[in-house]
């Protein structure tokens, strides 16, 4: 199976790591290190199969390097899963991971993701100089990531519309966690019309007190008329059951994996719906967690997202130019930096 995953994938390295002690089982996938060492968080959870994990492990260090690529980062993509119930999550069990990681010797840099968090990588950082998103960070990259989202939703915004005004644009945000409140936020700010949605009622109904908003049922959120959609809850979301409830011009937003299968980009496409890619626009965390790898500011990283929205600009008058997606184009844009910087051709693209 890893063998098989490996060649399909086009991966350089997958380590499976056990320490009985501790009870640790990982899996850490090194995709390409083509442009750097390959950075990408570690996802604790409690996996049904061991090819479960791995599946997801190869996908989700994949669309690490796509994303690092894309977004002109001198890194390559690597992501870590940790195959545990996070109640069993304990110190030890990080510290034998944080020596574990640092026995790959730099080639993979880890950082957070579901259910790791910063007091998990402060354990990590005892052992090991390769982990990023510790207290002694940048911190929470959430706002930057927001920061970029919007940017990257203003883009696609005046490419549909001809206009960067927000004024009255309607906008749907699904999931008002960390990035959906700071994109409703920015949104809001700009005088755009925002309606939120969330399964959590509590949560979506104090955002809505906050910022003075409209909210939307959670099932109800597809098929409500806007001109922008913007995921920020969980992948998936944009698919063969959704896609013809739209009602919208526009989808951009900060969740991974927006779209069920690639296809979906053409779908969309087809349809006349701009979709923004979202390794592109969510990249401000991967932007903020580099920066404190490079040793560089939080107003850097702020900046650096800021800028997620002249690459949109650019990567939709590439993908007119050339008649294909936004998504397409994304991709060709990672591929062609990879390629020109390795004599191996990559083959694969991501999704
Ligand atoms: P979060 O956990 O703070 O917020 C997620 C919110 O979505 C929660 O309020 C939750 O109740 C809601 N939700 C979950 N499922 C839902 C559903 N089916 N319908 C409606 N609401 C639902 O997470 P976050 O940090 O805001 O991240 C949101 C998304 O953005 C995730 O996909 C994450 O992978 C992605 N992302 C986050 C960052 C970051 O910096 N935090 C960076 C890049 C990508």
């Known amino acids: ?5 490996m060649r399909s994938f086009g991966h350089e390295q997958v380590t499976h790591f056990v320490d009985d002690e501790t009870g640790l089982e990982a899996i850490v996938a090194i995709h390409d290190t ?4 390959s950075l990408g968080g570690t996802r604790l959870l409690p996996y049904e199969s061991h090819d479960e994990a791995l599946e997801d492990v190869m996908r989700l260090s994949r669309a690490m390097t796509y994303k690092a690529a894309a977004t002109d980062l001198n890194l390559g993509g690597g992501k870590a899963v940790i195959v545990a119930d996070p ?20 080639h993979y840099i880890t950082s957070v993701d579901v259910n790791t968090g910063v007091d998990d990588m402060d354990i990590v950082a005892q052992e090991t100089d390769h982990v990023v998103g510790t207290s002694a960070g940048l911190g929470d990259p959430s706002p930057i990531t927001a920061r970029g989202v919007f940017e990257g939703l203003r883009a696609s915004v005046e490419a549909t519309y001809d206009t960067p005004d927000m ?13 959906g409140s700071g994109l409703a936020e920015l949104l809001v700010e700009h005088d755009a019309t925002v309606t939120v949605s969330d399964m959590n009622v509590e949560a979506m109904d104090a955002i809505a007190r906050d910022l003075g908003v409209e909210t939307v049922d959670p099932g109800e959120v597809y098929s409500h008329p ?19 409830q739209l009602e919208c011009d526009v989808v951009a937003g900060g969740a991974n994996n927006i779209l069920a299968e690639r ?10 719906v701009l979709y923004a890619p979202d390794y592109v626009i969510n990249a401000g965390g991967l932007i903020t967690v580099a920066a404190e790898h490079t040793g560089k500011s939080r107003e850097e990283a702020r900046r650096d997202a800021i800028a997620i929205g002249d690459r949109m600009r650019s990567l939709i008058s590439r993908a007119e130019r050339e008649g294909t997606t936004v998504l397409e184009a994304a991709d060709r844009y990672a591929l062609d930096l990879i ?6 051709p990559m083959s694969q693209v991501a999704n």
Do not use: W
């Not at 199976?1 to 995953?5: D, F, L, P, R, Y």
């Not at 959609?229 to 059951?241: H, R, T, Y």
């Open 87 to 106: 109640e069993m999550k304990d110190d030890d069990m990080m510290r034998a991971y944080g020596r574990m990681i640092d026995r790959l010797g730099g």
């Open 339 to 344: 390629e020109a910087t390795d004599d191996e």
């Open 263 to 272: 296809r979906h980009a053409q779908v969309l496409h087809d349809a006349g």
């Open 34 to 37: 083509t442009l750097g060492p």
């Open 167 to 179: 004024t009255d644009l309607e906008v749907v945000v699904q999931g008002v966690g960390k990035v």
């Open 226 to 244: 806007c001109d922008v959609f913007a995921p920020c809850a969980v992948g998936g979301v944009i698919n063969d059951e959704t896609i013809p």
């Open 1 to 5: 199976m890893v063998h098989s995953a």
